[in-house]
């Protein structure tokens, strides 16, 4: 019982960053973030993967999945987990402090915030992660095991500890699921032609 409420607990608080990294595939083109640049050992910056309409679009729908579950969730009478850490945090001392309670205050408004946040986090772990794979030679769309499944899991992770200081079991029950979960969602987007490499 114990152990399905952390994963019920923990999937719930990173459902948006699952659901808005893997929204560029579908909403994401246009202008890279690079610009078409290249970096000096001859190869691009980031690549034409990376666009800032995906960045953009990512980040909003993490913000809305965000929203949904805080907004769907208590309709069922299920408790947000997340909710009970947000007094643990430095956003609510902060925005406390700057008499900016209705940012955690309303649970819509700041599950929109948790998700948009997470996902901005997760998609900046994209970026990085792109510089890293054209700096060791790995060309645009190819796999990068590992740091394809989990850079953005990482950062997303990172950068939403100052809003919910998560637990450690968190992390150690979303890192495997993560990496399955990516590993799923790229197969089924392959299968239904949604993307081209099947990882
Ligand atoms: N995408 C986007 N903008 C982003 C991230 C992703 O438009 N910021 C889109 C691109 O069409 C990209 C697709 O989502 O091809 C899949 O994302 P990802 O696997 O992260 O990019 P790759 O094409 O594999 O490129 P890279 O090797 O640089 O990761
Ligand atoms: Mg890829």
Do not use: C
């Not at 152990?3 to 948006?16: A, E, G, H, K, N």
């Not at 599950?111 to 994209?126: E, K, N, V």
Request: aromatic share 16%; proline share 4%.
């Amino acid at each position: 019982m114990e152990v399905f409420q952390v994963f019920f607990d923990s999937i719930i608080f990173i459902l948006p960053l699952w659901f808005g990294n893997a929204s560029p595939t579908i909403l994401g083109g246009g202008a890279p973030i690079d610009g078409g640049k290249y970096w000096r050992d001859g190869r691009r910056i980031l690549g034409d993967g990376k666009t800032i309409r995906g960045f953009w679009a990512g980040t909003l729908v993490g913000g809305i999945v965000g929203m949904l579950i805080a907004i769907i969730l208590p309709i069922f009478s299920i408790d947000l987990e997340y909710i009970t850490l947000l007094d643990k945090g430095l956003f609510y001392s902060i925005a406390s402090n700057l008499n900016l309670s209705f940012l955690y205050t309303n649970q819509t408004v700041f599950g929109f915030l948790l998700g948009a946040i997470q996902t901005f986090g997760g998609l900046i772990g994209d970026v990085i992660g792109s510089f890293i794979k054209r700096r060791s030679g790995v060309e645009r769309g190819q796999t990068f095991i590992f740091l394809d499944q989990l850079g953005f899991l990482i950062l997303g992770m990172g950068f939403i500890y100052i809003l919910i200081p998560w637990p450690i079991t968190w992390f150690l029950v979303l890192v495997p699921i993560t990496f399955l979960m990516h590993i799923i969602a790229n197969l089924i987007g392959y299968f239904t032609g949604i993307q081209d490499v099947p990882l």
